[in-house]
């Protein structure tokens, strides 16, 4: 739970380090908190960081409809982000969505970025 004695960037670092000790349920958590308090404008692109990194949270923790609502968040801002539209495919498809994950993951190899 976020606290006032705890500033985005701590929570930041710890939700990645979270992250990429494979606690997924643990880092999604604090990036939730954290993605709910920097909506701001002048913060968007930390914005769609915090957003996508909590998607991958979300994806590896299996929280499959969590993780594509995220992505699409993501992809709403930055219809650009070739990951992102990586991850939508990827999480459809592990949804067993395969017909809907045909488009995502064909943009993200149109942008570069394969499996």
Known sequence: MVT?????NL?????HGLFDA???DAAASLLAELASEVTEPATATD???VRLLLARAYYHSAQLHRAE???RAVLAADPADAYAWLLLGRTLERQGRHADAGGPLRMAAAMGVDR
Not at 4 to 8: L, R
Not at 11 to 15: C, D, G, I, N
């Open 4 to 8: 006032t004695q705890s500033s985005p």
């Open 11 to 15: 929570l930041w670092a710890r939700a």
């Open 22 to 24: 494979g606690e997924f």
């Open 47 to 49: 914005a769609r960081t």
């Open 69 to 71: 609502a995220e992505t």
